[in-house]
């Protein structure tokens, strides 16, 4: 009979397990619950795959994000393991094949959404399938004290009552002891072995560092990369911006972000893994299931959203065991700005009402009245007709999402994009012969960048209005550029399904969520805070706080973060570096870049140097962002 490691060899090629994989492995083997949490690039996968490997029938696993369950899909097919994504772009028909091959064909592992699972069809077709193991990927979305909490995650114990005799495995990467508590209650496996690897990773060196050249500082700490490194930025717009800033200086880079259409996605992401393109610069859509071993250095210039998030994307470097960096570039401004952008987004109880009052006389719904109907929904039309900040009206969607309130869907999540196929004297020859298309084109030529170079995201409903077209003749004048092989056009339905789940009572029915608003948002202000808290530290190890944070205490600083460095610098080495400093100015006026790059040291060394310099009035700085000699 064939044992774990005899799975890991023919499958992964290799010989033995990480700590703790082979211990949580024998525990499901032995038909056990497990709750497990390992770091980011823990191996969490193989602790379900190995054992169901080894049952005979089949794993269900529920993961939240279609890309990661396609990926994941695809990894085990390239291992010549079956295995079924259940997926929106499966038809009724590809539907009923694919649980024929579930049943009959020898696949081992069917991967979906919690929010496909919700269907009663599916239910019924699990509850006839012989399942050896439940896999729950993601497990601490399942937990209002998780950072990424969603709803459909709370009835995922619908698979227990359909399987109550198979084992189950919640995996999560981020979760403190309360959120583990959490997954244990409600999935309903509160004797469940707990299986908590620690977050320590030696071998990152943690840095903050306060400036306000920070593409300048961006610069001076990638070029000393060998291998690869990410960027994380704050908006799509940024991504192309810090790429192109990066390419002008000579590092090869490529951006990503979730406005991206998929083969674009893709190609980005093959050139990043096969060491073509060495730097990626991404939004957070660059996430889950990233694997990538030799990435030397993950800089985030924005604030990260949480701890949770931080330790994710940070713990992307490092995964050869080699000594990578972890660094924020921020200031007080971007700081300022995030706080801002924080306060003006929440939901508050106030907001959540009026927006429940608008939804309702949106659609015409009288006080008592359920209407028993899906609506056509578009974000973007709600937010101008009664003027209402879009972000903080999609949150508050969100609670009442959450609070079965509404049932929402989330197409406007999706965008259309335009790419220009034609040259501009093409284009121009074009709109002579075509003058009903002129408008158009000079529209989308006036708001959008980079049209003929790239696929770039347009927004439909902003068009019609300010063309003042309908729907249907723009979409009509866009399908003739499309089939004049003028631009190609990619069209994405935003308008989401929206259905009202209790009777309008306006006020009273926001009374009654009231509470859980409030610890909703107090929630999030904690976890905002505890990131101001890590970027603002400058007294204790940053490993340290990281790992209080998730409820470990650990008695030796690291050494190696900034704060470890600046506390532990020998005097005389200070002394030394401002001594260097000051007769390194007495030539003028010179960057912090510039003055980093004299010294064989620490940047942060430096860099901290120069504020004990600023404090003692001995030099201060120009206009123009350099240090001068006082």
């Known amino acids: 009979m064939a044992t774990p490691v005899d799975i890991l060899k023919k499958y992964w090629n290799l010989e033995q397990f990480w700590a703790p994989q082979e211990a949580i492995i024998n525990e499901v083997l032995a038909k056990k619950d497990c709750v497990v949490l390992l770091p980011t690039g823990g191996g969490k996968s193989m602790c379900y795959q190995i054992p169901t490997l080894l049952f005979d029938g089949i794993c269900i696993v529920i993961s939240p994000l279609i890309a990661l369950i396609e990926d994941q899909v695809s990894s ?21 094949i694919a649980f024929d091959n579930l049943q009959f064909g020898n696949y081992k592992f069917v991967y979906l959404s919690p929010e496909k699972l919700q269907s009663q069809v599916i239910q019924d077709k699990i509850k006839q399938l012989n399942v050896s193991l439940i896999a729950i990927d993601e497990a601490h979305c399942i937990s209002e004290w998780g950072h990424d909490f969603r709803p459909y995650y709370l009835q995922l114990k619908v698979l227990k009552e359909l399987h109550p005799n198979t084992p189950l495995i919640a995996l999560t990467a981020t979760a403190t002891e309360k959120v583990l508590e959490d997954i244990q209650n409600n999935l309903s496996i509160k004797n469940a072995t707990v299986f908590k690897k620690s977050f320590e990773r030696p071998n990152l060196t943690y840095q903050v560092i306060f400036t306000e050249n920070i593409y ?31 390419n002008r200086n000579n590092l090869k880079s490529n951006f990503y972000h979730g406005g991206l259409i998929p083969s674009e996605k893709s190609k980005a992401l093959s050139l990043w893994m096969n060491d073509e393109i060495p730097i990626m610069v991404a939004t957070n859509a660059f996430g889950m299931g990233i694997n990538k071993a030799n990435v030397d250095a993950v800089v985030h210039i924005n604030i990260p959203n949480s701890i949770e998030n931080y330790i994710q994307e940070s713990g992307r470097a490092g995964r050869n065991g080699e000594r990578s960096m972890a660094l924020i570039l921020t200031n007080e401004s971007l700081i300022y700005n995030a706080k801002s952008k924080f306060t003006s987004n929440l939901p ?148 989401s399904k929206l259905k009202f789940l209790v009777p309008r009572e306006d006020a009273y029915t926001i009374n009654l969520i009231s509470k859980n608003i409030e610890q909703q948002n107090n929630l999030k202000a904690f976890k905002f805070d505890a990131v101001l808290a890590y970027l603002k530290n400058e007294f204790q190890c940053r490993n340290k706080q990281l790992l209080i944070y998730f409820d470990e205490i650990v008695v030796q600083d690291c050494l190696t973060c900034d704060n470890c460095l600046r506390i532990n610098s020998n005097n005389n080495e200070i002394l030394n570096i401002e001594e260097k400093l000051l007769n390194f100015l007495k030539v003028g006026p010179q960057s912090s870049l510039a003055l980093v790059q004299q010294f064989q040291c620490s940047d942060t060394v430096v860099l901290n140097t120069l504020k004990t310099l600023l404090e003692h009035n001995k030099i201060s700085i120009t206009s123009q962002n350099k240090y001068k000699l006082n």
């Open 348 to 495: 508050t109880i106030l907001v959540v009402k009026s927006v429940y009052q608008y939804i309702n006389q949106y659609f015409k719904i009288g006080l008592g009245e359920m209407p028993d109907q899906l609506f056509d929904f578009s974000l973007q039309a709600f937010c101008e007709t009664y003027k209402l900040n879009l972000l903080q009206t999609y949150n508050a969607l969100k609670v009442l999402d959450r609070e079965n309130i509404i049932a929402l869907d989330e197409n406007f999540s999706r965008k259309s994009t335009i790419i220009f196929m034609s040259s501009g004297s093409q284009v121009i020859d074009y709109i002579e012969n075509n003058p009903s298309k002129k408008e158009l084109i000079n529209f989308v030529l006036r708001s959008y960048g980079g049209v003929f170079d790239h696929y770039t995201i347009i927004n439909e409903h902003k068009i019609m209005k300010n063309l003042n077209y309908t729907k249907s003749h723009l979409l009509q004048l866009l399908t003739e550029l499309k089939k004049d092989g003028i631009i190609d056009y990619n069209f994405e339905n935003t308008s």
């Open 216 to 246: 300048g500082q961006l610069l001076s700490h990638l070029s000393k990369n060998k291998n690869a490194g990410i960027v994380y930025v704050n908006s799509r717009k940024q991504t192309k911006e810090v790429c192109e800033f990066l």
């Open 76 to 96: 085990l097919t390239a291992k010549n393991i079956k295995a079924i994504a259940l997926t929106s772009k499966l038809s009724n028909y590809d539907l009923i």
